[in-house]
Protein backbone atom coordinates (compact mmCIF):
# COMPACT_ATOMS: atom_id res chain seq x y z
CA UNK A 1 0.00 0.00 0.00
CA UNK A 2 1.23 3.18 -0.97
CA UNK A 3 1.06 6.88 0.86
CA UNK A 4 -0.80 9.34 -0.99
CA UNK A 5 1.13 12.20 0.27
CA UNK A 6 4.82 12.84 0.35
CA UNK A 7 6.66 11.61 3.61
CA UNK A 8 8.00 14.59 6.63
CA UNK A 9 11.83 14.51 5.55
CA UNK A 10 14.52 16.32 7.36
CA UNK A 11 15.57 18.02 4.18
CA UNK A 12 12.57 21.01 5.45
CA UNK A 13 14.09 23.45 7.32
CA UNK A 14 11.07 24.25 8.98
CA UNK A 15 9.93 21.00 10.12
CA UNK A 16 10.32 19.43 13.38
CA UNK A 17 12.31 16.66 11.43
CA UNK A 18 15.06 19.00 10.61
CA UNK A 19 15.64 20.44 14.45
CA UNK A 20 15.03 16.43 15.11
CA UNK A 21 18.20 15.49 13.34
CA UNK A 22 20.25 18.61 13.75
CA UNK A 23 19.58 18.85 17.53
CA UNK A 24 18.46 16.26 19.46
CA UNK A 25 19.33 13.03 17.85
CA UNK A 26 23.12 14.50 18.68
CA UNK A 27 22.28 14.83 22.21
CA UNK A 28 20.43 11.20 22.40
CA UNK A 29 23.80 9.86 20.76
CA UNK A 30 26.04 11.56 23.32
CA UNK A 31 24.03 10.21 26.02
CA UNK A 32 24.12 6.92 24.95
CA UNK A 33 28.62 7.83 24.92
CA UNK A 34 28.34 8.93 28.24
CA UNK A 35 26.75 6.01 29.55
CA UNK A 36 28.58 3.46 28.58
CA UNK A 37 31.71 5.77 29.56
CA UNK A 38 30.07 5.18 33.29
CA UNK A 39 28.94 1.73 33.04
CA UNK A 40 32.75 0.90 31.75
CA UNK A 41 34.23 3.01 34.38
CA UNK A 42 32.76 1.06 36.94
CA UNK A 43 34.01 -2.29 35.87
CA UNK A 44 36.37 -4.23 37.22
CA UNK A 45 39.98 -3.92 35.78
CA UNK A 46 40.14 -7.89 35.60
CA UNK A 47 37.15 -7.33 32.66
CA UNK A 48 39.03 -6.80 29.90
CA UNK A 49 37.72 -8.07 27.54
CA UNK A 50 34.33 -6.46 28.65
CA UNK A 51 36.32 -3.06 29.04
CA UNK A 52 37.55 -3.43 25.11
CA UNK A 53 34.36 -3.96 23.92
CA UNK A 54 33.31 -0.96 25.90
CA UNK A 55 35.69 1.40 23.90
CA UNK A 56 34.64 -0.28 20.46
CA UNK A 57 31.10 0.79 21.09
CA UNK A 58 31.53 4.46 22.48
CA UNK A 59 34.13 4.73 19.56
CA UNK A 60 31.47 2.75 17.31
CA UNK A 61 28.65 5.57 18.31
CA UNK A 62 31.16 8.48 17.96
CA UNK A 63 31.48 7.06 14.09
CA UNK A 64 27.39 7.16 13.88
CA UNK A 65 27.34 10.43 15.31
CA UNK A 66 29.56 11.79 12.94
CA UNK A 67 27.95 10.32 9.79
CA UNK A 68 24.92 11.87 11.01
CA UNK A 69 25.98 15.03 11.38
CA UNK A 70 28.21 15.20 8.19
CA UNK A 71 24.54 14.12 6.21
CA UNK A 72 26.73 10.89 5.42
CA UNK A 73 24.91 8.49 2.77
CA UNK A 74 23.25 5.61 5.03
CA UNK A 75 24.99 2.47 5.27
CA UNK A 76 23.34 -0.75 5.90
CA UNK A 77 22.96 -2.27 8.74
CA UNK A 78 25.73 -4.88 9.73
CA UNK A 79 24.27 -8.42 10.05
CA UNK A 80 24.08 -9.00 13.65
CA UNK A 81 22.78 -12.19 13.81
CA UNK A 82 18.84 -10.74 14.98
CA UNK A 83 16.15 -12.51 13.14
CA UNK A 84 14.89 -8.83 11.51
CA UNK A 85 18.24 -8.31 9.71
CA UNK A 86 16.67 -9.28 7.06
CA UNK A 87 13.93 -7.13 6.50
CA UNK A 88 16.27 -4.35 7.39
CA UNK A 89 18.36 -4.70 4.51
CA UNK A 90 15.56 -5.70 2.41
CA UNK A 91 13.95 -2.26 3.10
CA UNK A 92 17.16 -0.39 3.11
CA UNK A 93 18.27 -1.63 -0.35
CA UNK A 94 15.19 -1.43 -2.23
CA UNK A 95 14.48 2.61 -1.04
CA UNK A 96 16.89 4.28 1.12
CA UNK A 97 20.45 2.69 -0.54
CA UNK A 98 21.29 5.86 -2.29
CA UNK A 99 19.75 8.65 0.19
CA UNK A 100 21.47 10.34 3.46
CA UNK A 101 20.33 11.23 7.46
CA UNK A 102 19.06 14.53 5.70
CA UNK A 103 17.27 13.47 2.40
CA UNK A 104 15.07 10.09 3.29
CA UNK A 105 11.80 9.72 5.08
CA UNK A 106 12.33 11.04 8.53
CA UNK A 107 10.34 7.68 10.03
CA UNK A 108 12.57 5.63 8.22
CA UNK A 109 15.80 7.23 9.44
CA UNK A 110 14.96 7.75 12.90
CA UNK A 111 14.21 4.14 13.09
CA UNK A 112 16.97 3.25 11.50
CA UNK A 113 19.12 5.43 13.96
CA UNK A 114 17.39 3.45 17.09
CA UNK A 115 18.36 -0.16 15.31
CA UNK A 116 21.97 0.94 14.21
CA UNK A 117 22.54 2.04 18.03
CA UNK A 118 21.21 -1.69 18.54
CA UNK A 119 23.41 -3.22 16.36
CA UNK A 120 26.31 -2.15 17.82
CA UNK A 121 25.52 -3.82 20.81
CA UNK A 122 23.93 -6.67 19.64
CA UNK A 123 27.20 -7.49 17.97
CA UNK A 124 29.37 -7.94 21.27
CA UNK A 125 29.92 -10.59 23.35
CA UNK A 126 29.56 -9.07 26.97
CA UNK A 127 27.32 -5.89 26.01
CA UNK A 128 24.67 -7.18 23.86
CA UNK A 129 22.08 -6.95 26.22
CA UNK A 130 22.67 -3.66 27.92
CA UNK A 131 20.72 -0.43 27.73
CA UNK A 132 21.92 2.38 26.98
CA UNK A 133 18.65 4.27 27.92
CA UNK A 134 18.17 2.16 30.61
CA UNK A 135 19.44 4.69 33.57
CA UNK A 136 17.33 7.23 32.30
CA UNK A 137 14.10 5.56 32.46
CA UNK A 138 14.82 4.31 36.12
CA UNK A 139 15.60 8.58 37.32
CA UNK A 140 12.59 9.22 35.72
CA UNK A 141 10.76 6.96 37.37
CA UNK A 142 11.45 7.58 40.53
CA UNK A 143 10.98 11.37 40.10
CA UNK A 144 7.69 10.25 39.26
CA UNK A 145 7.17 9.14 42.35
CA UNK A 146 4.18 11.70 44.08
CA UNK A 147 2.32 11.05 40.59
CA UNK A 148 2.97 7.36 40.53
CA UNK A 149 1.36 7.27 44.38
CA UNK A 150 -1.09 9.42 43.63
CA UNK A 151 -2.59 7.53 41.30
CA UNK A 152 -1.98 4.06 42.61
CA UNK A 153 -3.99 5.76 46.24
CA UNK A 154 -7.30 6.43 43.33
CA UNK A 155 -6.82 3.09 41.50
CA UNK A 156 -7.57 1.29 45.18
CA UNK A 157 -10.46 3.51 45.56
CA UNK A 158 -12.13 2.75 42.54
CA UNK A 159 -11.59 -1.18 42.35
CA UNK A 160 -14.03 -1.02 45.22
CA UNK A 161 -16.98 0.23 42.92
CA UNK A 162 -19.10 -1.97 41.88
CA UNK A 163 -18.54 -4.24 38.59
CA UNK A 164 -20.37 -4.07 35.97
CA UNK A 165 -23.20 -1.71 35.74
CA UNK A 166 -26.53 -2.88 36.61
CA UNK A 167 -28.38 0.03 35.80
CA UNK A 168 -27.75 3.80 34.62
CA UNK A 169 -26.00 5.32 37.63
CA UNK A 170 -23.70 2.67 37.35
CA UNK A 171 -22.91 3.56 33.83
CA UNK A 172 -22.30 6.72 34.54
CA UNK A 173 -19.89 6.09 37.17
CA UNK A 174 -18.14 3.36 34.62
CA UNK A 175 -18.04 6.31 32.06
CA UNK A 176 -16.49 9.00 34.90
CA UNK A 177 -13.75 6.74 35.49
CA UNK A 178 -13.09 5.51 32.18
CA UNK A 179 -12.65 8.95 30.62
CA UNK A 180 -10.31 9.66 33.57
CA UNK A 181 -8.48 6.86 33.05
CA UNK A 182 -7.60 7.33 29.94
CA UNK A 183 -7.12 10.57 29.66
CA UNK A 184 -4.31 9.86 32.45
CA UNK A 185 -2.94 7.20 30.32
CA UNK A 186 -2.79 10.12 27.55
CA UNK A 187 -0.99 12.29 29.30
CA UNK A 188 0.99 9.97 30.96
CA UNK A 189 2.45 10.31 27.25
CA UNK A 190 3.72 13.81 27.75
CA UNK A 191 7.13 12.80 30.38
CA UNK A 192 9.17 11.66 27.32
CA UNK A 193 12.69 11.25 27.84
CA UNK A 194 13.97 11.78 23.80
CA UNK A 195 11.99 15.21 23.63
CA UNK A 196 12.68 16.39 27.38
CA UNK A 197 16.45 15.98 27.49
CA UNK A 198 16.96 17.81 31.00
CA UNK A 199 13.63 17.56 33.35
CA UNK A 200 13.69 18.87 36.92
CA UNK A 201 11.66 17.04 39.45
CA UNK A 202 9.47 20.20 39.60
CA UNK A 203 8.91 19.98 35.80
CA UNK A 204 7.80 16.09 36.63
CA UNK A 205 5.25 17.13 39.19
CA UNK A 206 4.10 19.53 36.72
CA UNK A 207 4.16 16.93 33.65
CA UNK A 208 2.05 14.37 36.31
CA UNK A 209 -0.34 16.49 37.99
CA UNK A 210 -3.24 14.40 36.85
CA UNK A 211 -6.10 14.96 39.33
CA UNK A 212 -8.95 15.45 38.26
CA UNK A 213 -9.02 19.07 38.32
CA UNK A 214 -6.16 19.30 35.92
CA UNK A 215 -7.51 16.67 33.94
CA UNK A 216 -10.50 18.98 33.10
CA UNK A 217 -8.32 21.84 32.42
CA UNK A 218 -6.36 19.48 29.65
CA UNK A 219 -9.29 18.54 28.30
CA UNK A 220 -9.27 21.74 26.07
CA UNK A 221 -5.97 20.48 24.85
CA UNK A 222 -7.33 17.77 23.21
CA UNK A 223 -7.71 18.99 19.55
CA UNK A 224 -10.15 15.57 18.42
CA UNK A 225 -11.81 13.72 21.11
CA UNK A 226 -13.39 10.27 20.70
CA UNK A 227 -13.56 9.54 23.93
CA UNK A 228 -16.83 9.23 24.44
CA UNK A 229 -17.38 6.95 21.61
CA UNK A 230 -14.42 5.03 22.60
CA UNK A 231 -16.33 4.84 25.80
CA UNK A 232 -19.84 3.48 23.91
CA UNK A 233 -17.88 0.63 22.48
CA UNK A 234 -16.23 -0.88 25.61
CA UNK A 235 -19.33 -0.33 27.60
CA UNK A 236 -21.23 -2.81 25.26
CA UNK A 237 -18.60 -5.28 24.73
CA UNK A 238 -17.74 -6.25 28.36
CA UNK A 239 -15.37 -9.28 29.22
CA UNK A 240 -13.52 -7.99 25.83
CA UNK A 241 -9.72 -8.84 25.00
CA UNK A 242 -8.32 -5.38 24.52
CA UNK A 243 -4.67 -5.03 23.69
CA UNK A 244 -1.91 -1.69 24.01
CA UNK A 245 0.40 -0.97 21.79
CA UNK A 246 2.86 0.65 24.24
CA UNK A 247 5.00 3.41 24.28
CA UNK A 248 7.58 4.22 26.78
CA UNK A 249 8.49 3.05 29.81
CA UNK A 250 8.30 3.83 33.42
CA UNK A 251 4.87 6.42 34.53
CA UNK A 252 3.47 6.03 30.72
CA UNK A 253 3.87 2.40 31.34
CA UNK A 254 2.11 1.91 34.91
CA UNK A 255 -0.83 4.03 33.63
CA UNK A 256 -1.73 1.99 31.07
CA UNK A 257 -1.69 -0.52 33.78
CA UNK A 258 -3.15 1.41 36.04
CA UNK A 259 -6.19 1.23 33.02
CA UNK A 260 -5.57 -2.45 32.38
CA UNK A 261 -6.85 -2.91 36.13
CA UNK A 262 -9.55 -1.26 36.03
CA UNK A 263 -10.83 -2.35 32.61
CA UNK A 264 -10.37 -6.21 33.92
CA UNK A 265 -11.57 -5.41 37.65
CA UNK A 266 -14.69 -3.69 36.65
CA UNK A 267 -15.85 -6.65 33.93
CA UNK A 268 -14.78 -4.91 30.34
CA UNK A 269 -11.61 -6.47 29.51
CA UNK A 270 -11.45 -10.05 29.99
CA UNK A 271 -7.74 -10.39 29.10
CA UNK A 272 -5.72 -7.27 28.36
CA UNK A 273 -2.41 -8.04 25.60
CA UNK A 274 0.36 -5.52 26.38
CA UNK A 275 2.83 -5.22 23.15
CA UNK A 276 6.35 -4.38 23.88
CA UNK A 277 9.42 -3.71 22.02
CA UNK A 278 12.20 -5.90 21.23
CA UNK A 279 15.58 -3.95 21.89
CA UNK A 280 15.89 -0.33 23.24
CA UNK A 281 13.61 2.15 21.25
CA UNK A 282 13.48 6.14 21.00
CA UNK A 283 14.98 6.22 24.18
CA UNK A 284 11.94 5.66 26.51
CA UNK A 285 10.08 2.70 24.64
CA UNK A 286 9.35 -0.09 27.17
CA UNK A 287 10.78 -3.13 26.47
CA UNK A 288 10.24 -6.66 27.99
CA UNK A 289 13.05 -5.26 30.69
CA UNK A 290 11.34 -2.68 31.69
CA UNK A 291 8.42 -4.75 32.11
CA UNK A 292 9.81 -7.06 34.34
CA UNK A 293 11.34 -3.80 36.27
CA UNK A 294 8.45 -2.19 36.95
CA UNK A 295 7.13 -5.20 38.61
CA UNK A 296 10.26 -5.89 41.35
CA UNK A 297 9.97 -1.90 41.39
CA UNK A 298 6.32 -1.50 42.60
CA UNK A 299 7.35 -4.15 45.18
CA UNK A 300 10.94 -2.78 46.40
CA UNK A 301 10.85 -1.44 49.85
CA UNK A 302 13.60 1.15 49.01
CA UNK A 303 12.92 2.75 45.30
CA UNK A 304 10.60 4.94 46.44
CA UNK A 305 12.46 5.73 49.81
CA UNK A 306 10.48 8.69 51.16
CA UNK A 307 7.12 6.33 50.65
CA UNK A 308 5.63 5.74 53.88
CA UNK A 309 3.99 2.39 55.12
CA UNK A 310 0.43 3.36 53.99
CA UNK A 311 1.85 4.31 50.44
CA UNK A 312 4.30 1.27 49.22
CA UNK A 313 1.14 -0.72 50.81
CA UNK A 314 -1.09 1.08 47.99
CA UNK A 315 1.73 0.04 45.71
CA UNK A 316 1.79 -3.35 46.68
CA UNK A 317 -1.46 -4.30 46.40
CA UNK A 318 -1.75 -2.80 42.95
CA UNK A 319 1.34 -4.86 41.49
CA UNK A 320 0.14 -8.20 43.54
CA UNK A 321 -3.23 -7.44 41.33
CA UNK A 322 -1.20 -7.27 38.30
CA UNK A 323 1.07 -10.37 39.07
CA UNK A 324 -2.25 -12.46 39.28
CA UNK A 325 -3.14 -11.16 36.08
CA UNK A 326 -0.16 -12.11 34.67
CA UNK A 327 -0.50 -15.81 36.45
CA UNK A 328 -3.98 -16.34 35.65
CA UNK A 329 -3.15 -15.03 31.61
CA UNK A 330 -5.49 -12.31 32.40
CA UNK A 331 -2.71 -9.69 31.55
CA UNK A 332 -0.13 -11.02 28.75
CA UNK A 333 3.03 -9.54 27.75
CA UNK A 334 4.02 -10.12 24.21
CA UNK A 335 6.43 -8.43 21.75
CA UNK A 336 6.88 -8.69 17.88
CA UNK A 337 9.30 -7.43 15.45
CA UNK A 338 7.23 -5.35 13.23
CA UNK A 339 7.05 -2.96 16.34
CA UNK A 340 10.85 -1.85 15.87
CA UNK A 341 10.91 -2.76 11.96
CA UNK A 342 10.87 0.46 9.68
CA UNK A 343 7.40 -0.10 8.49
CA UNK A 344 4.74 2.04 8.75
CA UNK A 345 1.33 0.61 9.90
CA UNK A 346 -0.49 0.84 6.48
CA UNK A 347 1.83 -2.52 5.75
CA UNK A 348 0.93 -4.44 9.17
CA UNK A 349 -1.06 -6.71 7.31
CA UNK A 350 1.45 -7.51 4.64
CA UNK A 351 4.50 -7.51 6.27
CA UNK A 352 3.53 -8.94 10.21
CA UNK A 353 0.45 -11.51 8.96
CA UNK A 354 0.12 -13.89 12.00
CA UNK A 355 0.52 -10.58 14.21
CA UNK A 356 -2.60 -8.93 12.30
CA UNK A 357 -4.65 -11.62 12.50
CA UNK A 358 -3.84 -11.71 16.30
CA UNK A 359 -4.97 -8.15 16.28
CA UNK A 360 -8.13 -8.61 14.46
CA UNK A 361 -9.45 -11.04 17.21
CA UNK A 362 -9.12 -7.84 19.77
CA UNK A 363 -12.25 -6.14 20.53
CA UNK A 364 -9.95 -3.22 20.80
CA UNK A 365 -6.11 -1.92 19.61
CA UNK A 366 -5.15 1.23 22.15
CA UNK A 367 -2.14 2.51 19.93
CA UNK A 368 0.18 4.96 22.70
CA UNK A 369 1.80 7.96 22.24
CA UNK A 370 3.91 9.70 18.80
CA UNK A 371 5.52 7.14 16.87
CA UNK A 372 3.06 5.03 16.98
CA UNK A 373 0.51 8.09 15.55
CA UNK A 374 2.74 8.75 13.24
CA UNK A 375 3.13 4.86 11.66
CA UNK A 376 -0.39 4.70 12.09
CA UNK A 377 -1.08 7.28 9.13
CA UNK A 378 2.41 7.07 7.63
CA UNK A 379 3.98 9.93 8.48
CA UNK A 380 2.51 12.11 5.73
CA UNK A 381 1.94 15.78 5.11
CA UNK A 382 -1.42 14.95 5.40
CA UNK A 383 -4.21 18.34 5.44
CA UNK A 384 -5.14 18.18 9.49
CA UNK A 385 -8.56 17.93 8.50
CA UNK A 386 -8.22 14.61 6.71
CA UNK A 387 -10.18 12.03 8.32
CA UNK A 388 -8.47 9.59 10.76
CA UNK A 389 -9.94 6.62 9.52
CA UNK A 390 -8.63 7.67 5.61
CA UNK A 391 -5.42 8.56 6.83
CA UNK A 392 -4.70 5.08 8.81
CA UNK A 393 -5.41 3.78 5.36
CA UNK A 394 -5.76 -0.16 5.21
CA UNK A 395 -6.23 -0.54 8.73
CA UNK A 396 -9.65 1.12 8.18
CA UNK A 397 -10.43 -0.17 5.04
CA UNK A 398 -9.34 -3.91 5.02
CA UNK A 399 -12.23 -6.20 5.80
CA UNK A 400 -11.60 -7.76 9.18
CA UNK A 401 -9.44 -5.00 10.73
CA UNK A 402 -9.60 -4.34 14.38
CA UNK A 403 -11.05 -1.24 15.93
CA UNK A 404 -8.39 1.41 16.95
CA UNK A 405 -7.98 4.17 19.68
CA UNK A 406 -5.27 6.37 19.03
CA UNK A 407 -3.79 8.32 22.47
CA UNK A 408 -1.37 10.97 21.52
CA UNK A 409 0.24 13.85 22.36
CA UNK A 410 1.27 16.03 19.72
CA UNK A 411 5.16 15.41 19.36
CA UNK A 412 5.90 15.94 15.59
CA UNK A 413 4.55 18.32 12.74
CA UNK A 414 1.53 15.51 11.36
CA UNK A 415 -2.22 15.34 12.75
CA UNK A 416 -5.33 14.59 11.11
CA UNK A 417 -8.64 14.33 12.12
CA UNK A 418 -9.03 18.16 13.76
CA UNK A 419 -12.10 20.44 12.52
CA UNK A 420 -11.69 23.10 9.99
CA UNK A 421 -10.38 26.66 11.51
CA UNK A 422 -8.49 24.79 14.19
CA UNK A 423 -4.55 24.92 12.50
CA UNK A 424 -5.41 28.42 11.21
CA UNK A 425 -6.36 29.27 15.19
CA UNK A 426 -3.19 27.39 16.95
CA UNK A 427 -0.73 28.65 13.85
CA UNK A 428 -1.12 32.16 14.43
CA UNK A 429 0.35 32.45 17.62
CA UNK A 430 2.15 28.88 18.47
CA UNK A 431 4.41 27.83 15.65
CA UNK A 432 5.57 24.28 17.39
CA UNK A 433 1.91 23.52 18.02
CA UNK A 434 1.82 20.49 16.30
CA UNK A 435 5.13 19.65 17.99
CA UNK A 436 5.71 20.98 21.65
CA UNK A 437 3.97 17.80 23.17
CA UNK A 438 0.91 20.59 24.76
CA UNK A 439 -1.88 19.00 22.49
CA UNK A 440 -3.42 15.85 21.89
CA UNK A 441 -5.49 13.72 19.93
CA UNK A 442 -8.22 10.45 20.97
CA UNK A 443 -9.19 8.94 17.75
CA UNK A 444 -11.18 6.16 17.60
CA UNK A 445 -12.27 4.26 14.59
CA UNK A 446 -14.63 1.25 14.52
CA UNK A 447 -12.74 -1.19 12.22
CA UNK A 448 -14.49 -3.24 9.15
CA UNK A 449 -15.47 -6.48 11.32
O1 LIG B 1 11.59 12.07 17.42
C1 LIG B 1 10.44 11.63 16.86
C2 LIG B 1 9.40 11.30 17.84
O2 LIG B 1 8.32 10.59 17.31
C3 LIG B 1 8.94 12.56 18.44
O3 LIG B 1 8.05 13.13 17.61
C4 LIG B 1 8.66 12.16 19.85
O4 LIG B 1 9.19 13.12 20.64
C5 LIG B 1 9.46 10.91 20.09
O5 LIG B 1 9.96 10.55 18.86
C6 LIG B 1 8.75 9.72 20.61
O6 LIG B 1 7.55 9.97 21.17
P1 LIG B 1 6.64 8.83 21.76
O7 LIG B 1 7.40 8.18 22.86
O8 LIG B 1 5.40 9.50 22.22
O9 LIG B 1 6.38 7.87 20.64
MG1 LIG C 1 8.27 6.35 22.86
Known amino acids: ANPPRPALIATDKDSFAYITTVERWPVIVTKIVDEVYKSRHSLDLSEVDKLKEGKEIIDSIGGLKYQMQRKKPLIPIEDDGKSDIGTWTHVFNTYFKDENWYSATWLFVECYLYRRIHSIFARTKHWKDYDPFFRQKEVAFKASFIAVIEIAKYIDELIYIPKLPADNEKIDVGRIIFHELVQISLWGNSTDLSLLTNLSNDDFKKLQDLGTKR ?17 NYVSENSNARIDIILDNAGFEFYVDLVLSDWLIQSGYAK ?179
Open 215 to 231: LKELEKNILANDLEKAW
Open 271 to 449: EIHLHAKKFPWFVSDTTLNDFNWLFQTLQSEDFFSSASEMERSFLKKLSNRLQSYIANYRLILTSDCFWTSPYAYWHLAEQAPDLYADLCTSNLVIFKGDLNYRKLIYDCKWKTTTPFNEAIGPLSSIKGSPSILALRTMKADVVVGLEEGIEERLSSNESDWMYSGKYAVIQFNMGNK
